[in-house]
Each structure stands twice: as structure tokens, then as C-alpha cells.
């Protein structure tokens, strides 16, 4: 581990020949902690965007239950949904009856 610490160093230029064995294990431990911190807050951001998309899908199933029981006239360029007392067009459906 500590060969890697001082080939990573020396390749951001840092002079390693002289560390004391305590500063070693310090400049182990800090990296450590660094990565340990990083994958921590990527945890973090990947709970909230799982969140986010379990609520993108929801959305999605409830539009696609709606589209399911709508019927398209080809003759009328017109949409009925069942439930509903008028019909609506093709782009208001899409628009705001679907997601609304």
C-alpha cells in the first residue's frame, strides 16, 4: 500500500524519500478516509436519483394505464378514453391528459 502511496505521489511531483514512518501512515490513513468520504457522497447521490426514478416509472405506469384504455378514431383524428364525457385531440392527450 505504501508503494502505491509513494508512486501516486511522485507523480503529482511530492517528495517522498524523506517521510518519517508517522507520516506515512498519516498520508495512508487521509487517503483512505478521502476515498472513504468520496464513496460515501456517491452513495448518497445515488439514493436520491434511485428516488428520483422509482417516481419517473410510477409516472410513467400511471400514463401508460391511461393511454391503454384510450381509443384512437384514424377517420376523425380524434381520442376517446374511457371515463371521460368528451374526446379530446391526439396532441392535447399527449400534452396534459396523459401526465396530468
Do not use: H
Amino acid at each position: 500500500m505504501a508503494l502505491v502511496s509513494y508512486c501516486g505521489l511522485r507523480l503529482v511531483g511530492v517528495d517522498v524519500e524523506g517521510l518519517e514512518p508517522r507520516s506515512e501512515g498519516l498520508l495512508i490513513y487521509s487517503t483512505l478516509g478521502i476515498i472513504l468520504v468520496i464513496w460515501m457522497l456517491w452513495m448518497a447521490y445515488a439514493k436520491v436519483k434511485q428516488k428520483e426514478l422509482q417516481a419517473q416509472i410510477a409516472r410513467w405506469e400511471k400514463a401508460f394505464s391511461k393511454w391503454q384504455q384510450s381509443y384512437y378514431c384514424a377517420r376523425c383524428d380524434i381520442v376517446f378514453v374511457s371515463g371521460e364525457n368528451q374526446p379530446i385531440s391526439p396532441e392535447r392527450m399527449w400534452l396534459n391528459f396523459l401526465f396530468r
